[in-house]
């Protein structure tokens, strides 16, 4: 199993490409299945999660190629409705297939996604909106099992702002028979770039941005020809490197705007940041200051910056408060920052973080994708060396990221 060594206490500094967005990609390869055709994704992350995702429409039948970040995939064979648990359970995302199969065929076999390492994450919203459109869901040995599907337009609303629920209704409404509403829909980046690429096959949408959308549905689509937005956190996850570190670092390819609320949140601390069209420059403190900070759906300050921004406050002169709003329990990444020497103390879903000096080195397990994150940014500005285990957590969700960080002047190297 892989681990990242580290020695920390070294500002960075340089420049970073920031890759395709994962949690736009996977939308996108999904939406592929909605049409027989040769589509064409381009800036595709070259991560565990794609090529898993990959792996889900290969089963059904789609033939891909992934050169460089450019990925083919061929769905004109695609002839299968199930997605299996082996693939499943690895990653959650593979349930964005539902809708498109049922749009398709009429009929999918899906299996329910497990938790994950914070708990329970239930997709009773996707099941909800779909069976609101006519389909007739049963559960059966843990499977979602449609069969005899014809989606109709219907108007629906969201209890709770879901970006995994928004995509997958997004998707069954644009061949769905007659108009679908959706109300209190997700904002997210990711899910307004799947508006725009499914407008560009051909789709009839409306309001993309705004919290209500009106789909009405079509015959077919054109096959897939999209550039996948840049990476929101991996950005802000670089951007937080440079705060903890004190350095300066420039992030290209990226589009400020997505991740607004982070670097606000970092201006806080006391980074100065330079916002251009396609890039963002942040430089740290000489110490961060203490915040507080509350995650909220977009254009809030997100979720998967939460781990990250803990790391960050661990060394900042004061207390800050983290609330998470979204995940009450996703908080694995406290006892692994407090082995680096961090001071927090976890009320429920708030962390109560009292910046300490200096962290320092030490051997610390990666838990989740973002958890991973933290720990990365924290063993870069602890003194000594660390070693991180288990990091195939971290490359679900970041390309190359020792070598961009060294890259920046960090001391990391992978290991098995
Ligand atoms: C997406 O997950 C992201 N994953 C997550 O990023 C991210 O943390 C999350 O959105 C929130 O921004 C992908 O895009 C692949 P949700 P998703 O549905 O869609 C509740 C990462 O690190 N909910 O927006 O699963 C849910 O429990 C990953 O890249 C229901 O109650 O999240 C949560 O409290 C981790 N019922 C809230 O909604 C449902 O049917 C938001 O979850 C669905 C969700």
Redesign the pocket.
Known sequence: MDKLRITGGRPLEGTVRISGA??AA??VMAATLLTPGLHTLRNVPRLR?TRTFARVLETLGARIAFEGDRMTIDTHGVNAVEAPYELVKTM??SIYVLGPLLARFGQSRVSLPGG?AWG?????????GLQAMGAKLEIEHGYIVGRGVKLKGVRFGF???????T?QLLMAAVLAEGTTVLENV?L?P?VTALGEVLVACGARIEGLGSPRLTIRGVGSLRPVDATIIPDR?EAATFAAAAAMTGGTVRLEGVIPDHFEASLRKLEEAGCRIRRAADAAEVSGPRRPKAVEVVTQ??PGF???MQAQMIAVCAVASGSSLIEDT??LDRFTHVPELARLGASIELQGNVAVVKGVERLSGAQVMAT???ASASLVIAALAAEGQSVIDRIYHLDR?YEALENKLAALGARVERVN
């Open positions: 994962k949690n996977l939308p999660d959650r995302a994950c329970p994450r239930p997709v009773n919203l996707h099941l909800a209890d709770v702002v879901s970006v995994g629920a995509v997700a997210e990711d956190i759906p977009f997100p979720t998967d979204i995940y989740d994708l973002r969700g």
